[in-house]
């Protein structure tokens, strides 16, 4: 087991009368990266923010390594912060803004030099060290905001959505370097993002929130292939969320008909949510599967694609690289084993968690 | 064809822009005083500046009242951005709304409404008061220009450098400041100025004793500039395009540098620039010494003199405070209607005064001024008999009022402009005199010519005797070149009019500067007035008073003052004592008793009276 190296203890945090975070609890282990997921107002900056220290919390505590940090000055603290949008010193150049950090430790000019280059050899930005940040592209100046972050050499790097304002190829060359700098560095990444495949590229923990709560923590397989409600079902990938009702054990009645299933224990003739995710839906000739529909829409995706097949009044949502036209009937057919039961929401509050939810 | 056009508009705009500056630049060397005539290259009113202690004192309050209120008004303003940043926007607007008040408010009734505070308060007004009042309306003017920068900063900056381990002021400052220095500078220098520029709120909020430039030129405006005006003001242009400049090729430098930079220098170099910045605070705390060092050392010991513009041996005033200790405060009024509102005001706290005959027996009425010590004046011996007599028809027990110069007003002409000498009042409505005709600003001489000429009493309050005079002022006024105060002495020595209705005093000065003029009270008569030193009834130091009057009655101070004013004094002790026999028997500065005769002084009229000729004087002017 990993030593724990932060522990959010009861954290609740309001602006103005609105609660944006409601009694947290949160351990994060030494030499994870843990990423903090959710739509935007989930709360994941906030909790960033006062692990930063750029927040304090109204009530609850944050410890750090054992000590209670919650009123410690964030200039105090032993982590460093990548912000979204680089938050770049415009009137240094690279070396200086890398130096930063350093020169308030009163480095020696020596040890200042090796680390600097240190620093542009890790994000791959050597001979940059006299541009001014104005000067380089949105890329560059994300991997000057880490670097300058990383000299002071922090027990926790925090990433707040650093890769948001990025193309998509430079975001997804961007995880990759992230991924090797962690390896390289070996220290703790708390990454807050709202994009599901970062975070599941990236992570080793995932923690999805919304409104203020901890909606699953786990690995990003435990939380693709096991949602446990139907927000982290919908917010993590593409998901067919279906009101059905638990038969019994190992058996659930979606739209009307009788599917075998893996999940017990959630008693007799309850109602339940069901997730089955698009590239789990088999569309087989008609007569071959359990329920009958007709393709409604079909989008080319290049690694797949999308289709749309109306089946018991539910348009299901369907990931396949053979193509079904638009307008023929079809069969669906359901891997027992890739049918997710989960509890509906009971109360009025969980509900206000699950917007989706129909 | 086309870019010839472009020439010329271009160098239209620059005609417009620097034909001003241009043409008071040259009369900054102009060795004659009148703005008409070229006298030849002198650096005169230059040299003279040095000696000028009045201008340099209003030059340094200048100079320290804006450095002053700029670095405070920066400071605060930039903290009051920084605290705006961290409320709501609608809270934010709101503050906005209200620091702009100041700035989006008539000057004058931010001017009003803090000399009313300073009053209610008791607060003295002066120096601290006018700097408060420049910090007050500099303040929006720094936010204007740092909050839209301030707006700009992505506030993760300033964290970021938190993050990095600095300390909140150290990540200010070196964070977020350097990316407002800009916009801090523009504030700071919009601020500096305003402040400079301002005159309304300054006027307001000076009290007694105290002038900046603007106060200190506008009342030089209302009597004439004096040439030495023109020389500061070209000093401080050229040196305003010397900072221009200077700052310029800073920046050019600054740009050009970084090329070859070493990686990184961890020891704190001083740049050229950084030492240049550090000269200006140092600069303004050695003004800053020197002033307070000067100024405020000797409070206790000050006497307040209001006179008339220039009309005073500046070197009497540093003979008497050097003699006495006193240091004395001198301001100069224009007109003596200007000087009753301003001691009618509580705050003009002056000692000394020194009014006319009619406007003295006003102050005694209305129990404005005090009876004078006069065994604290034993040189008042050394004033004429006839004069003390005279003054008796204001101060009757000769206990309010020692006379200082007396006069006749009269027509100064230039011999070569007109046909014959003018003896009559007529002269200046005569048509053959058009434009070449110079009137007193002054209600009581402007209808005592008239008055006269239509053969009425000049102390007359028959509105109808009056009414006739008004109409025969507006009937003159196409002819007339202008109504002017002071000007009128430097106008006759530069030949730019014909005939000016003058006082006796500055007839001599007039006449030695320009040997063509001549000067003669007409034959109906004129008015002869007689000006006498008066203690206010809230001096505050009434002892320096008495030591200032007996002062002036000594002869050998009587004898230089009269040697520079060239107003006729009235210590017998002293014209005994002049040696130009020509002088001394002169007609102008010492008239017969012939002409004396047909003169008569100014009485009071009461304030109906003063009322009556105000609404007529109003008419006259506007011509309605």
Known sequence: MKKELIKLNHISKAFDGELILDDLNLVIHENEFVTLLGPSGCGKTTTLRIIGGFETPDKGNVVFDGVDITDLAPNKRQLNTVFQKYALFTHMDVAENIAFGLKIRNKPQEFIEDKINYALKLVNLEGYEHRMPNSLS?????????????????????????????????????????????????????????????????????????????????????????????????????????SSTMVKDELVNILGVDFVCVDKGF????????????????????????????????IFKGVHYEMEVTARGYKWLVHSTKLSEAGSEVDIKVDPFNIQVMNKPESEDEEALNPDAD | MRSKIEKLYTGIIFIFMYAPIVTLMVLSFNSSKSRAKWGGFTLKWYINLIHDSSVLNAMANTLVIALISTVIA??????????????NRRSRAVIMGITNIPMINADIVTGISLMLLFKVLHFETGFVSVLIAHITFN???????????????????????????????????????????????????????????????????????????????????????RPEIYAISTIIFAVVIVLLMMSERMRNRHAS????????????????????????????????????????????????????????????????????????????????????????????????????????????????????????IPNRKNIGQQYMEASKAFDPGNKYAIPYCWGTVGIL??????DEPPTSWDVLWDEKG????????????????????????????????????????????????????????????????????????????????????????????????????????????PEAAMKWIDFMCRPDIALKNFEFIMYSTPNTAAWEMIEDEELKNSEVAFPGDDVLKRCTSYTYLGEEGDQLYNDMWKKVKTGE
């Not at chain 1, 790097?157 to 997804?172: I, N, S, V, Y």
């Not at chain 1, 088999?282 to 393709?295: D, F, H, M």
């Open chain 1, 138 to 242: 949105g890329g560059q100046q994300q991997r000057v905001a880490i670097a300058r972050a990383i000299v002071n050499e922090p027990k926790v790097l925090l990433l707040d959505e650093p890769l948001g304002a990025l193309d998509l190829k430079l975001r997804q060359d961007m995880q990759y370097e992230l991924i090797r700098l962690k390896e390289e560095l070996g220290i703790t990444f708390i990454y807050v993002t709202h994009d599901q495949e970062e975070a599941l590229t990236m992570s080793d923990h995932i923690v999805v929130m919304n409104q203020g709560y901890i909606q699953q923590e786990g690995s990003p397989e435990d939380i693709y292939n096991e949602p446990e409600n139907a927000f982290v079902a919908d917010f993590i990938g593409d998901s067919n969320i279906i």
């Open chain 1, 267 to 298: 008693g007799e003739m309850k109602p339940v949510d069901v997730v089955i995710r698009p590239e789990d839906v088999e569309l087989v000739p008609k007569g071959e599967g359990t329920i009958s529909g007709v393709v409604s829409h079909v």
């Open chain 2, 74 to 87: 920066t400071v605060i303003g930039t903290i009051t951005c920084v605290g705006l940043m961290g409320v």
């Open chain 2, 139 to 225: 303040i929006p003017y720094v936010m204007l220009a740092v909050l839209p920068a301030m707006k700009t900063i992505d506030p993760n900056v300033y964290e970021a450098a938190l993050d990095l381990g600095a300390k909140p002021f150290h990540a200010f400052r070196k964070a977020v400041l350097p990316n407002l220095t800009s916009s801090v500078l523009a504030g700071a220098l919009m601020a500096f100025t305003m402040s400079i520029d301002d005159f309304i709120i300054t006027y307001f909020t000076k009290g007694s004793g105290f002038d900046t430039l603007s106060t200190k030129i506008y009342n030089e405006v209302k009597r004439g500039i």
């Open chain 2, 257 to 376: 540098v970084r090329k070859d930079a070493p990686l990184y220098k961890v020891e704190k170099r001083i740049s050229r620039r950084r030492f240049i910045l550090m000269l200006v605070p140092a600069f303004a705390i050695i003004i800053l010494g020197m002033y307070f060092g000067g100024v405020f050392k000797r409070k206790s010991n000050q006497l307040f003199v209001y006179n008339a513009g220039e009309y005073i041996d500046p070197e009497i005033i540093e003979m008497f405070s050097e003699e006495t200790g006193i240091e004395v405060i001198y301001d100069e009024f224009e007109t003596l209607e200007i000087m009753y509102a301003k001691i009618y005001q509580d705050d003009a706290a002056y000692d000394v005064l020194c009014p006319s005959d009619y406007m003295i027996a006003k102050l005694i009425d209305n129990d404005m001024i005090q009876e004078l010590d006069l065994d604290k």
């Open chain 2, 413 to 418: 002409y230039n011999t070569t402009m007109v």
């Open chain 2, 434 to 541: 058009a434009g070449e005709i110079l009137m007193q600003d002054s209600i009581r001489d402007a209808f005592m010519v008239a008055l006269i000429r239509n053969g009425f009493d000049p102390n007359t309050t028959d509105p109808e005797e009056l009414a006739i005079a008004a109409d025969d002022l507006i009937a003159q006024k196409p002819l007339v070149q202008a109504y002017v105060i002071d000007q009128a002495k430097d106008k006759m020595i530069g030949g730019e009019a014909a005939y000016a209705v003058t006082y006796s005093g500055d007839v001599m000065e007039a006449m030695a500067g320009n040997e063509d003029l001549d000067y003669v009270v007409p034959e109906e008569g004129s008015n002869v007035w007689l000006d006498c030193w008066v203690v206010t009834k809230k001096a505050r130091n």
